[in-house]
C-alpha cells in the first residue's frame, strides 16, 4: 500500500531523515519506534503532506503523493492523527467529528458517526460539550473519530498513548486494533515500545533519521539491543 524510498529530509541545517526505506502492506500494522528526536513525527507528516523531503519518493498504491498538498493527500485516503491531538478545543465533539468529515457529504456522517460511538462510546455521551473540556484519553478518541470521519484507507497515529492514563491507553488501543480488524492500514509512532510492539504485526526502529532494525514484532520484542534501549530490561 504505501513505499518509502531512499526518502530524506531536514529542517534548516537539521537532517531529519536520512534515506529511510520501509514498505507497508495492505491490512498491517506497523509501528515506528525509537527516542525523541528519531524522525518518527517527521515521517509521519512527511507521508501526510504537512513536511516536503529534500529527497527520495512516497508510494500510496502505486502512486508518487511526494510533492502532493496535505488536503488532497488526505482526499487520496491518508488520515493523520498528530501528536498532541490538536483537537478543536472550542468546539463541540460533534462539531470536531463533523471537521474531520469535510471531503465527505453531510448526509454520510450519522453513520460515520454510529461506527466511532461503536468505538469509543463515550464520545457519544460527550456529543454536545466543548472538545477542551474533555480528559487527555477521550480527546484522543475524539482525535482518532475525527481522522476515522475521512473513511481513510491508512491511517497514521503519532503517539496515541501520550500523558493518557494507563485504563484509558488500553481502551484506545482496542480501539486501534478494531479500527485495523475493519480493513484499515495502521501506522504507529509510539514511545511506549511494549504497547507498539504488542499491537503490531512489524516494526522499524530509527535512530538519528536513520533505521537501524526493521522485522516482525514479536522478534524485535525478543532482541536484545531492543529490549536495552526501549524496553528497559
Known amino acids: 500500500m504505501l513505499e518509502l524510498r531512499n526518502l530524506s529530509c531536514r529542517y534548516g541545517a537539521v537532517q531529519a531523515l536520512s534515506n529511510i ?27 501526510a503532506g504537512l513536511v ?13 503523493i511526494l510533492r502532493g498538498h496535505a488536503h488532497k493527500i488526505a482526499a487520496q485516503g491518508i488520515a493523520l492523527v498528530p501528536e498532541g491531538r490538536a483537537i478543536f478545543a472550542n468546539l463541540t465533539v460533534r462539531e470536531n467529528l463533523d471537521m474531520g468529515g469535510y471531503l465527505r457529504p453531510a448526509r454520510e456522517h450519522g453513520a460515520s458517526f ?11 455521551e460527550r456529543l454536545t460539550q466543548n472538545a477542551g473540556t474533555l480528559s487527555g484519553g477521550e480527546q484522543q478518541m475524539l482525535a482518532i473519530g475525527r481522522a476515522l470521519m475521512a473513511k481513510p484507507r491508512l491511517l497514521l497515529l503519532d503517539e496515541p498513548s501520550l500523558g493518557i492514563a494507563p485504563l484509558l491507553v488500553k481502551t484506545i488501543y482496542e480501539g486501534i486494533d478494531a479500527i485495523n480488524r475493519a480493513g484499515v492500514t495502521v501506522v504507529v509512532v509510539e514511545q511506549n515500545a511494549h504497547l507498539a510492539l504488542k499491537h503490531s504485526r512489524r516494526a522499524y526502529v530509527l535512530e ?24 528497559g530490561e
Open 21 to 47: 526505506d520501509f514498505k507497508i502492506g495492505a491490512g498491517e500494522i506497523v509501528t515506528l519506534i525509537g527516542a525523541n528526536g528519531a524522525g518518527k513525527s517527521t515521517t509521519l507528516k512527511s507521508i
Open 52 to 64: 516536503h523531503p529534500e529527497a527520495g519518493d512516497i508510494v500510496f498504491e502505486g502512486r508518487s
Open 114 to 124: 454510529e461506527e466511532i460511538f461503536a468505538l469509543f462510546p463515550r464520545l457519544k
Open 208 to 231: 538519528t533519521g536513520r533505521i537501524v532494525m526493521e522485522g516482525p514484532s514479536a522478534e524485535l520484542a525478543q532482541d536484545e539491543r531492543v529490549k536495552g534501549a526501549y524496553l
